[in-house]
Antibody
């Protein structure tokens, strides 16, 4: 059974950066499509982006262009998401989530065709002055 | 980008009753790439339904999904106390972003 375990809560200053880890156990990490989703306090779920180590591909929501970097270390089965130039609007719980292994890979560099079947426990990021 | 609109925003029901939650897409969701998630306070979302109507592993059969094109429904046949939570639909169609609906809160 695959499990995703995320790093702990972070408190950051305005304008700084945060890097969150998501360590997988079980399964074949390189074949995973790991997505990042965030949830501001009292709000809904917002898709941020995705990394697929097998194809060395990433893609992300347009609103995070230039601020988000997703990487993966296959040797430790860990995915990372770094968000820079933090504002108070970035205060949220950040989740990693694995796509079900029935996904398809599109040549443009993203997965489709399967839902997010395993989620990490979430990482709270608080941004303040 | 496909926008998903869920209704109602809040649904107040009692245990034993039937719940019907709606998710409408701004354009057709191809190949039935539509999922439903349940989220309880302080917890990560949990996959309930994928492919419009397929129950994820371990999900009780009181949960069912239906629909096609732009209109989708999650039905909970007989509410149990543990079903009171927030429910999100999501499309994972053939291009990102893999958007979520804004959620429906199911309350007692």
């Amino acid at each position: 059974q695959v499990q995703l375990v995320q790093s702990g809560a972070e408190v950051k200053k305005l304008g700084s950066s945060v890097k969150i880890s998501c360590k997988a156990s079980g399964g074949t990490f390189s074949r995973f499509a790991i997505n990042w989703v965030r949830q501001a306090p009292g709000q809904g779920l917002e898709w941020m982006g995705e990394i697929i180590p097998l194809f060395a591909s990433t893609n992300h929501a347009e609103k995070f262009q230039g601020r988000v970097t997703m990487t993966a270390d296959e040797s430790t089965s860990t995915a990372y998401m770094e968000l820079t130039s933090l504002t108070s609007d970035d205060t949220a719980v950040y989740y990693c989530a694995k796509v079900g292994e029935g996904y398809y890979y599109h040549s443009s560099g993203y997965s489709y065709g399967d839902a997010f079947d395993i989620w990490g426990q979430g990482t709270m990021v608080s941004v303040s002055s | 980008e496909i926008v998903l609109t869920q209704s109602p925003g809040t649904l107040s029901l009692s245990p034993g009753e039937r719940a019907t939650l709606s998710c409408r897409a701004s354009q057709s969701v191809s190949s039935s790439y539509l999922a439903w998630y349940q989220q309880k306070p302080g917890q990560a979302p949990r996959l309930l339904i994928y492919g419009v109507s397929r129950r994820a592993t371990g999900i009780p059969d009181r949960f069912s999904g239906s629909g096609s094109g732009t209109d989708f429904t999650l039905t909970i046949s007989r509410l149990e106390p543990e079903d009171f939570a927030v429910y999100y639909c999501q499309q994972y169609d053939d291009s990102p972003p893999h958007t979520f609906g804004q959620g429906t809160k199911l309350e007692i």
